[in-house]
């Protein structure tokens, strides 16, 4: 199995750990899309809940 790191002994500089995470977050919004538009009605569902959470919700 490869490695994520090509220098295990070199710490990750924090500029290295966010452009890894701004790619892992922009590869799960796209994931999410496309499960979206492959099964619309489980993710109209999903939006039904997440309004009713919002609407219960207390500030």
């Known amino acids: 199995m490869p ?3 090509p ?3 070199a710490p ?6 966010r ?5 892992f977050l922009r590869d799960l919004m796209e994931a999410r ?4 538009r492959v099964q ?3 993710a109209r569902a999903a939006r039904m809940r997440q ?3 919002m609407r219960t919700f207390r500030w």
């Open 33 to 36: 899309e496309l499960r979206d």
């Open 12 to 17: 990750e500089t924090v500029a290295q750990r």
């Open 19 to 23: 452009a890894r995470r701004a790619q």
């Open 40 to 42: 619309p009605r489980r």
């Open 3 to 5: 490695d994520t790191q």
């Open 51 to 53: 309004q009713m959470r």
């Open 7 to 9: 220098n295990d002994d």
